[in-house]
């Protein structure tokens, strides 16, 4: 890209949603072509909105005294402690799930009759697990 103007294109709408940003910026490449990019909302949270809430909220950090900073820093350690903590638990449920449904499919196959070594291929337990389901 060689070269970048904005073109204010903002469209105000009539509800709260409307209101925010929609823009295009005009741009050249380096072999003189011109081509429009169009920056638009997605799904995630408005782009103007997260740049003047992060704004707003580094702003209320830079006037804490030392105390509040030291309260404020415990507080997100906390806070990133508690957030491990959870995807921890949950990438352990998830593994548990999965032992669980491939244990409820290799009943079900060993129900149906299929050999003990098709059941093991095709589930990841090992024969001996396999052995001990109850049916």
């Not at 060689?2 to 509800?15: A, S």
């Not at 925010?20 to 920056?39: A, I, P, S």
């Not at 957030?83 to 009943?107: D, P």
Request: proline content about 1%.
């Amino acid at each position: 890209m060689k070269e970048l103007t904005y073109l204010n294109t903002e469209h105000l709408g009539t509800g709260e949603s409307d209101r925010r940003t929609v823009f295009d910026v005009y741009c050249e490449n380096e072999y003189g072509e011109k081509f429009l990019m169009e920056m638009q909302r997605g799904e995630q949270q408005f782009f103007k909105d997260r740049v003047f809430t992060k704004l707003f909220d580094a702003a209320e950090i830079a006037k804490f005294d030392k105390a509040e900073y030291e309260a404020y820093e415990e507080s997100l350690k906390a806070l990133r402690d508690w957030k491990n903590v959870l995807e921890t638990a949950e990438k352990k449920a998830r593994e548990e799930g999965r032992i669980e449904k491939a244990l409820e499919m290799a009943l079900r196959l060993k129900s149906a009759g299929v050999p003990i070594d098709v059941i093991a291929r095709c589930s990841g337990l090992s024969e001996e697990e396999i052995n001990q389901l109850e049916e």
